[in-house]
């Protein structure tokens, strides 16, 4: 079973940053895509940011480009989530998700595309 295990999560200050990681472990997919989304109470869970593993192409949603940049690391098979210029509309609990290849590219920001979820970890950003 893939499992996925978020870390570095926090308070921060606004205009502040934080670095969050996922590691993955036990994947059987021979491609796969890596995401990160948020979520608040009462609000649906939101993409963030997603790469690819083997090329390394990115995606961001619009209210974070420029400020966030994912990226991972094939040796160590974990990605990373760097916010820099952090909001206080930033706190959510961040999520790492994991989706196979197989489906579609277009699917790549879509939160019901993805097979394999981590904990979640607390982001808050103080004014």
């Known amino acids: 079973q893939v499992e996925l295990v978020e870390s570095g999560g926090g308070l921060v200050q606004a205009g502040g940053s934080l670095r969050l990681s996922c590691a993955v472990s036990?994947?059987?997919?021979?491609?796969?895509?890596m995401a990160w989304f948020r979520q608040t109470p009462g609000k649906e869970r939101d993409f963030v940011a997603a790469?690819?593993?083997?090329?390394?192409?990115?995606y961001y949603a619009d209210s974070v480009k420029g400020r966030f940049t994912v990226s991972r690391d094939n040796a160590k098979n974990t990605v990373y989530l760097q916010m820099n210029s952090l909001k206080p509309e930033d706190t959510a609990v961040y999520y790492c998700?994991?989706?196979?290849?197989?489906?579609?590219?277009?699917?790549?920001?879509?939160?019901?595309?993805?097979?394999?979820w981590g904990q979640g970890t607390q982001v808050t950003v103080s004014s």
């Open positions: 790469v690819t593993w083997s090329a390394g192409r990115t």
């Open positions: 998700a994991l989706q196979s290849s197989t489906r579609s590219l277009a699917l790549i920001t879509g939160r019901n595309a993805y097979d394999f």
């Open positions: 036990q994947v059987t997919f021979s491609s796969y895509r």
